[in-house]
């Protein structure tokens, strides 16, 4: 099953997860009452134009030439918020090449900057199978996957990523993907997890973003379904026995799966 009670977990695992919770709500009861302790830095520190956040990236990235031209083209095109943080799409090329990466998903290409980052580490034969559903955007990374030369190990799919996913299962290709990349439409999260979940192979990592969507996972509203959804498997993630979890307050807030 895709779930288990809490309870059915071994005791320590049990313990540790209801100490987690109680220094959690403690944490959030804590920044309630003294806005600057919420998660150990004062408010605001983390925020885009911060000081803490300049701070990491001046010290911590290492930005390929042509990523970074990506990047600023894409700030300058109205949606460019939606672009993956540059810090979080380093951590996931780190991952890509720690597991020793080939074969990689991503759902929600937007300009391709993620795209192009995770094909710059993997092998001359690796591929990104890239999903989206608006090509106008990629357009904008194109020329630049061109330019880094490794345009030939990104296969954009323009349709559907769940026709896309369902496509893959049906070629026989269950278990064979290294690393999937979560970051399209908040209602669909759960689907794109299973099927994503289904096509990489054990010990293979995927990673979800937007996980806190800018907060509203904390008490989503009625109307709401995107902060609804993401809510719900954050839930379902914490007690899921076919994974190990971290979520990392980086970005907009990112789950780290990583398949048993």
């Not at 031209?69 to 991952?95: F, I, Y």
């Not at 020329?143 to 299962?169: N, S, Y």
């Not at 990592?205 to 719900?232: E, M, Y």
Request: some cysteine; proline content about 5%; aromatic content about 6%.
């Amino acid at each position: 099953g895709s779930t288990m009670p809490l309870l059915s977990v071994p005791k320590e695992v049990a313990v540790g997860t209801a100490m987690l919770g109680v220094a959690f709500v403690t944490g959030m009861l804590a920044g309630k009452r003294y806005p600057s302790l919420v998660f150990g830095t004062p408010s605001g520190m983390m925020g885009k134009n911060s000081p803490l956040r300049r701070y990491i990236l001046d010290h911590s990235l290492r930005e390929h030439p042509i990523l970074k031209k990506l990047r600023l083209l894409t700030a300058d095109h109205p949606w460019g918020g939606m672009m993956v943080s540059c810090e979080q799409a380093q951590l996931m090329a780190n991952l890509v090449k720690l597991i020793k990466a080939k074969k990689v998903i991503e759902v929600g290409v937007f300009t391709g900057y993620n795209a192009l980052n995770m094909a710059l580490v993997l092998p001359d034969d690796g591929r990104v199978i890239a999903c989206d559903i608006n090509e106008d955007y990629a357009k904008i990374g194109r020329p630049l996957w061109k330019e880094a030369g490794v345009e030939h190990k990104i296969d954009l799919r323009i349709k559907p990523a769940i026709q896309t996913l369902d496509e893959l299962l049906a070629g026989g290709e269950a278990e064979t993907f290294d690393f999937a990349f979560i970051d399209a439409d908040k209602e669909n999260y759960n689907e794109y997890y299973e099927k994503c979940l289904r096509l990489i192979k054990k010990g293979g990592i995927i990673a979800i973003d937007n996980v806190f969507w800018n907060g509203k996972v904390l008490k989503p509203r009625k109307g709401d379904l995107a902060a609804q959804s993401i809510h719900r498997l954050n839930e379902k993630l914490l007690r899921d026995a076919r994974v190990n979890i971290s979520m990392l307050p980086m970005g907009d807030g990112v789950t780290l799966a990583f398949k048993l």
